[in-house]
């Protein structure tokens, strides 16, 4: 009984918890809804309103006021009253404990703030755009008045430099006053927002009469004056060219000069007609135009002056490379009676030789053309360059190959030195065999001491020969190289090796009195001493040592360091 009463309470307890939340929670929810309720209906609709009135409630302006203030009165007379009546609602639903319900108007509330909002920035927008315009008209437009006084004025004072533009330009302007004429009905009519619409197209309309009247006498001082003149001195120089020898017909320089004119001739009717921007595409193309054929007749005499200036020098120098092929050619038999020459290395020469034959023959065409004059001088300088061009290659390449030959006769004298000093290296190994009074020398050692004689011996043979292969010299060399330098590390090795072995065989003598069974393996070890066999003794030896004395090599291993020098 007392746990049923228990449970009771706790039930009750949940329930009095849930009610408190939910009607704290809603409460909070209605507030919010109320408060924006109140912010929607203190926006300023109503100064707005009243500002409109101050201007001209006719036309335009009348219509709009009347239904911004019909959609106001709709929102303060139906749509407000509609959510407070909500609103109400939502509190009596709360204080029943409907919380469903309650969410359910809230959401309805909610959502018809949210077309009221939109209502009413709808109507605060419209009325600033249209409050806006007139401030706007009225600051803009006198504006736009001046600027159209002052075109006006600046017309007459340089009517001059405008030529027959000026009789189309002042149309336009008047036209542009016409349409002030318009813009203050529009004014008048309350028509605001027509009227800055219309202002809009004015400001664009002066802008472009404004560029046209900077633009016009400059283009008029263009196609009229300096274009022309530079035309007519392209054409001077081309006659005056023409009477001097040069050829210019591939450059149809007079073609392109009566095209230019006729283009400007239709340049001024077009600026007669105020057309700008097709007037300075029109002149652009022939400054660009004018400025190319300045270029080419420029890059015509400082060909004819570097044709000229050559005077055959270019053939004098082709004739003291022929005469330079030769005596590359006789030292190239030369050098093939004690060098041997593979087949590309000795065909340079003649492959030289065939190559300034061809070069002699371009070059002795060029200069009758020269001297014909009767091609265009940067045709025949172009070529001039390839031929000087193709002339300092050729002469690159002899250096090169002269170059080649000297260093056969260097590479022998240094391959003879590095032999000498091969020799001298195995006859110091030699003597420091001897010098180290070996037991005997292993037979291995004998055939790498072989080896590297009969590669010196190999090498020396070569050198002697004639004609000399410096290749097969230089192969050979490097192979003794290696066999001196593989005999040099294998002396050393085999004196450190006998050296050991001789002194392990010592140290393991003392253990023949205190542990006679290491006696057999140390005889053995003496016989491999003996019979040269230095690894095979030190292996039996250490082997020995352990087995009666897991230290014994240590201690050896650090005495013998001790006795080293």
């Known amino acids: 009984m007392v746990e049923f009463v228990i449970g009771a309470i706790i039930v009750v307890l949940i329930f009095l918890i849930y009610a408190m939340v939910g009607r704290k929670r809603n409460a909070k929810e209605i507030d919010q809804l109320d408060m924006k309720k109140t912010e929607l209906l203190h926006r300023p609709v109503n100064e707005e309103l009243a500002k409109v009135k101050r201007l001209n409630m006719t036309g335009q302006t009348e219509s709009l006021f009347d239904r911004w ?5 709709e929102v303060v007379t139906v749509d407000i009253p509609a959510v407070d009546e909500k609103l109400f609602a939502s509190e009596d639903q709360v204080d029943k404990f409907r919380f469903g319900a309650a969410k359910k108007t809230n959401n ?6 949210v077309q009221i909002e939109k209502k009413v920035n709808s109507i605060l927008s419209e009325l600033e755009q249209l409050v806006g315009s007139e401030e706007k008209n009225r600051a803009e437009g006198e504006d736009m008045y001046t600027r159209q006084r002052e075109a006006k004025k600046r017309l007459l004072a340089h009517r001059h430099t405008f030529g027959k533009a000026a009789s189309v330009l002042e149309i336009q302007l008047d036209v542009i006053a016409g349409r002030f004429d318009k813009f203050a009905d529009l004014t008048e009519d309350g028509d605001y927002l027509e009227a800055r619409e219309l202002l809009m197209e004015i400001q664009a309309e002066m802008d472009i009469m404004e560029h046209k009247m900077v633009r016009i006498p400059v283009l008029m001082t263009e196609v009229n004056h300096t274009l022309p003149a530079q035309l007519s001195e392209i054409e001077h120089g081309y006659k005056e060219m023409k009477q001097d020898g040069y050829m210019l017909d591939h450059l149809q320089i007079e073609k392109e000069v009566n095209e230019l004119k006729e283009d400007l001739n239709r340049s001024r009717d077009l600026l007669v007609k105020t057309e700008v921007s097709e007037t300075e ?9 004018i400025e190319f054929f ?8 400082m060909a004819k ?3 000229l200036k050559d005077e055959g020098e270019t053939g004098t120098v082709i004739h003291g490379i022929s005469e330079q092929n030769d005596d590359l050619l006789e030292q190239t038999d030369l050098v093939k009676q004690s060098y041997q020459l593979n087949g590309e290395e000795a065909d340079v020469p003649k492959r030289l030789k065939e190559e300034i034959y061809h070069l002699e023959k371009q070059y002795e065409i060029l200069y009758g053309r020269i001297e014909e004059e009767k091609t265009a001088y940067s045709f025949l300088h172009d070529e001039l360059k390839d031929i000087q061009a193709r002339m300092e290659e050729l002469k690159k390449e002899q250096e090169g190959f002269s170059a080649f030959l000297q260093t056969l006769r260097k590479d022998e004298v240094e391959a003879t030195k590095e032999l000498q000093t091969l020799k001298n290296r195995l006859q110091h190994i030699t003597r420091k065999v001897k010098q180290s009074n070996l037991p005997g020398i292993p037979d291995y050692y004998k055939e790498l001491s072989e080896d590297a004689r009969v590669r010196i011996h190999e090498t020396g043979t070569n050198l002697n020969e004639k004609p000399l292969n410096m290749k097969a010299v230089r192969e050979k060399l490097d192979a003794a190289n290696g066999s001196v330098e593989h005999l040099a590390n294998k002396t050393d090795e085999l004196i450190e090796q006998v050296a050991l072995s001789e002194r392990m065989l010592q140290f393991g003598n003392r253990y023949r009195r205190t542990h006679p069974s290491i006696g057999p393996k140390l005889n053995e070890a003496e016989l491999a001493f003996r019979q040269a066999d230095y690894s095979k003794a030190l292996e039996l030896c250490a082997t020995a040592i ?8 240590k201690r050896f291993d650090a005495q013998f360091k001790e006795e080293q020098p």
């Open 294 to 301: 300045y270029d080419l007749l420029e890059k015509e005499v």
């Open 546 to 553: 352990d087995k009666v004395d897991s230290k014994g090599l």
């Open 108 to 113: 309805e509330i909610e959502s018809r703030l």
């Open 305 to 307: 002056h570097h044709v």
């Open 281 to 289: 595409l029109i002149v652009k193309d022939a400054r660009d135009s």
């Open 69 to 73: 203030r019909a959609e106001w009165d």
